[in-house]
């Protein structure tokens, strides 16, 4: 799975030729699966001015666009991630400064409660009311309609990373007295709100997945334990798949990293909580998603930065795993042959190198 990263390249919410070249050549370069970036329900949901939207018909179109060339000239299927940045929107591009205000146009932000993401830095958010909260769940159901219409495979919620529906579920960012603060059945009382909308629209016999921060890495936020019961009332709600990703909800975190550091949260909801779930987090060549895979800790990888590097990085881990009966592009066909052989003639001289 391609995992969805934020590119800030659209103008207006609307993607145009980079995406259509980044997400496709992914496609063609062999992924099963493609997922497009948060992809905002409002303006004022997005993390930057580059952010892409799903709030009006021409980005709907555009994003059509992408869709019919991943299913024409691929077999990968394509999928899009539905959020809102909450405390997090209003920010500059990650080139010009990740998570730092706008230098001007600034536009007011949400949250479950008045509390900025980086103190003395950031914009300090509202705390929602009652009727803005309303206004945002209708506006996911609005876009939700869109994402159907544009023909994408899969649609994930993301309830993760500090965002919005993420501020809600964690106790270290939603202080709230009302029914949607206290206790976890209360914090989740919103996002799940959401999602159930959602999934009313969204038909049943296409998949949609939600993805959580398993992890706040913070003393007293979201725990490994949390993430499964977590992962069992989207399980109730209908969920189809958990992404279990973890950590940017508090800039006191102190994550401890290493190779595949996020694949015990997915194992642990997988086979806790009874729901397929997809790891992501520092999985960077096949033997990793191989093992992850066989050993019953995930039903899907995400990677990201390997396909930033590598357009066609599992059409070129295939063939370096000796895994030929995989589908190329015709138009590159010459290049799977030449790979292979690439390939078996170094497997070949380390083997003589080793007698």
Same mark, same amino acid.
């Given at each position: 799975?391609?995992?969805?990263?934020?590119?800030?390249?659209?103008?207006?919410?609307?993607?145009?030729?980079?995406?259509?070249?980044?997400?496709?050549?992914?496609?063609?370069?062999?992924?099963?699966?493609?997922?497009?970036?948060?992809?905002?329900?409002?303006?004022?949901?997005?993390?930057?001015?580059?952010?892409?939207?799903?709030?009006?018909?021409?980005?709907?179109?555009?994003?059509?666009?992408?869709?019919?060339?991943?299913?024409?000239?691929?077999?990968?299927?394509?999928?899009?991630?539905?959020?809102?940045?909450?405390?997090?929107?209003?920010?500059?591009?990650?080139?010009?400064?990740?998570?730092?205000?706008?230098?001007?146009?600034?536009?007011?932000?949400?949250?479950?409660?008045?509390?900025?993401?980086?103190?003395?830095?950031?914009?300090?958010?509202?705390?929602?009311?009652?009727?803005?909260? *309303?206004? /945002?769940?209708? $506006?996911?159901? &609005? !876009? #939700?309609?869109? @994402?159907? =219409?544009?023909?994408?495979?899969?649609?994930?919620?993301?309830?993760?990373?500090?965002?919005?529906?993420?501020?809600?579920?964690?106790?270290?960012?939603?202080?709230?007295?009302?029914?949607?603060?206290?206790?976890?059945?209360?914090?989740?009382?919103?996002?799940?709100?959401?999602?159930?909308?959602?999934?009313?629209?969204?038909?049943?016999?296409?998949?949609?997945?939600?993805?959580?921060?398993?992890?706040?890495?913070?003393?007293?936020?979201?725990?490994?334990?949390?993430?499964?019961?977590?992962?069992?009332?989207?399980?109730?709600?209908?969920?189809?798949?958990?992404?279990?990703?973890?950590?940017?909800?508090?800039?006191?975190?102190?994550?401890?990293?290493?190779?595949?550091?996020?694949?015990?949260?997915? *194992?642990? /909801?997988?086979? $806790?909580?009874? &729901? !397929? #779930?997809?790891? @992501?987090? =520092?999985?960077?060549?096949?033997?990793?998603?191989?093992?992850?895979?066989?050993?019953?800790?995930?039903?899907?990888?995400?990677?990201?930065?390997?396909?930033?590097?590598?357009?066609?990085?599992?059409?070129?881990?295939?063939?370096?795993?000796?895994?030929?009966?995989?589908?190329?592009?015709?138009?590159?066909?010459?290049?799977?042959?030449?790979?292979?052989?690439?390939?078996?003639?170094?497997?070949?001289?380390?083997?003589?190198?080793?007698?």
């Amino acid at each position: 799975v391609v995992s969805p990263m934020a590119m800030y390249s659209c103008k207006d919410g609307v993607p145009g030729d980079f995406h259509l070249v980044h997400l496709g050549a992914r496609a063609m370069g062999g992924a099963g699966l493609v997922m497009v970036e948060m992809t905002c329900v409002s303006p004022e949901a997005r993390i930057t001015p580059g952010c892409p939207g799903m709030w009006n018909d021409t980005q709907a179109a555009a994003f059509k666009r992408i869709v019919d060339f991943v299913h024409t000239n691929s077999d990968a299927k394509i999928g899009i991630q539905l959020g809102h940045a909450g405390r997090k929107a209003s920010t500059r591009v990650s080139w010009e400064g990740t998570d730092l205000p706008l230098l001007e146009d600034n536009w007011p932000i949400v949250s479950a409660s008045a509390l900025p993401y980086i103190e003395g830095v950031s914009q300090v958010p509202q705390a929602m009311t009652h009727e803005q909260m *309303d206004e /945002v769940l209708d $506006e996911f159901v &609005v !876009s #939700t309609r869109r @994402v159907l =219409a544009a023909g994408f495979d899969l649609l994930e919620l993301h309830c993760a990373h500090g965002y919005l529906l993420s501020s809600f579920i964690s106790p270290l960012t939603n202080l709230r007295t009302d029914e949607y603060g206290g206790s976890l059945e209360n914090r989740l009382r919103y996002p799940l709100a959401i999602f159930r909308a959602m999934r009313k629209v969204w038909p049943e016999h296409l998949p949609m997945s939600v993805r959580i921060s398993a992890h706040d890495w913070v003393e007293g936020g979201i725990t490994p334990d949390d993430a499964v019961e977590i992962a069992r009332y989207f399980k109730e709600a209908g969920v189809d798949l958990v992404d279990c990703s973890s950590g940017q909800v508090s800039k006191a975190e102190h994550p401890v990293y290493g190779r595949m550091f996020q694949t015990p949260f997915s *194992d642990r /909801v997988r086979n $806790e909580a009874g &729901v !397929s #779930t997809m790891a @992501v987090g =520092a999985i960077f060549d096949a033997d990793h998603v191989n093992s992850i895979i066989a050993s019953g800790r995930a039903d899907l990888c995400a990677l990201a930065r390997p396909h930033l590097a590598d357009a066609a990085w599992t059409l070129r881990e295939s063939a370096r795993i000796g895994y030929t009966n995989v589908a190329w592009p015709k138009q590159y066909f010459p290049a799977k042959r030449q790979l292979e052989t690439n390939f078996e003639r170094a497997a070949a001289y380390a083997q003589s190198m080793g007698k």
